[in-house]
């Protein structure tokens, strides 16, 4: 007498009293439990992703035709990019994921992880120090270009080095004393 009925009645009285984003994440974890919405949802990532790195390369390369799609492209690039990101990383951000999440949270990268961060929070710094310190105009060709942003990224992967091991790694060791 009171079984389906109550169930409906809780279930939409609590779906009512909850905010919005409550219930998309709700909704998203229940067509998360479906395998073939997770396998659609990384596919569809990598073709989306895949898609968008070809698109550039080919409008990159008609760009003398046409002004305008290339500037387009350019211009919107961003958005199917950051939706192809959002539909591979998004079973794994609720559990799934499988070799794929295994691979990319496997212990391996945590030390490289730790110092790429700390060379792109240093990185801007090196290279507003690099542009300050140049005396001439830098002129704008291949190999200055090339040999100025790896000796950048050189510096600032040294720089977040030394910091990691001048005051991450003794924070650590100190903290871990204290608990």
């Given at each position: 007498?009171?079984?389906?009925?109550?169930?409906?009645?809780?279930?939409?009285s609590?779906?009512?009293?909850?905010?919005?984003?409550?219930?998309?994440?709700?909704?998203?974890?229940?067509?998360?439990?479906?395998?073939r919405?997770r396998?659609?949802c990384?596919?569809?990532?990598?073709?989306?992703?895949?898609?968008?790195?070809?698109?550039?390369?080919?409008?990159?390369?008609?760009?003398?035709?046409?002004?305008?799609?290339?500037r387009?492209?350019?211009?919107?690039?961003?958005?199917?990019?950051?939706?192809?990101?959002?539909?591979?990383?998004l079973?794994?951000?609720?559990?799934?994921?499988?070799?794929?999440?295994?691979f990319?949270?496997?212990?391996?990268?945590?030390?490289?992880?730790?110092?790429?961060?700390?060379?792109?929070?240093?990185g801007?710094?090196?290279?507003?120090?690099?542009?300050?310190?140049?005396?001439?105009?830098?002129?704008?060709?291949?190999?200055?270009?090339?040999?100025?942003?790896?000796?950048?990224?050189?510096?600032?992967m040294?720089?977040?080095?030394?910091?990691h091991?001048?005051?991450?790694?003794?924070?650590?060791?100190?903290?871990?004393?204290?608990?």
């Amino acid at each position: 007498m009171f079984g389906s009925e109550t169930l409906n009645v809780l279930r939409h009285s609590s779906l009512h009293s909850t905010s919005v984003r409550d219930r998309c994440t709700y909704r998203i974890l229940l067509c998360l439990n479906y395998k073939r919405f997770r396998v659609v949802c990384i596919w569809s990532g990598c073709i989306l992703a895949t898609g968008t790195v070809m698109m550039s390369w080919f409008l990159v390369g008609q760009e003398r035709d046409c002004e305008l799609q290339p500037r387009w492209f350019v211009t919107m690039a961003t958005l199917p990019w950051c939706l192809a990101m959002v539909l591979l990383f998004l079973p794994m951000m609720f559990g799934y994921g499988g070799l794929l999440q295994k691979f990319l949270t496997h212990r391996l990268w945590v030390g490289s992880s730790k110092l790429v961060f700390g060379a792109y929070l240093v990185g801007p710094l090196v290279v507003a120090i690099s542009n300050a310190i140049q005396e001439t105009p830098r002129s704008i060709n291949g190999v200055a270009f090339f040999y100025n942003a790896w000796g950048n990224i050189t510096f600032s992967m040294v720089i977040a080095l030394l910091f990691h091991l001048v005051i991450e790694q003794p924070t650590m060791f100190l903290t871990r004393d204290v608990t």
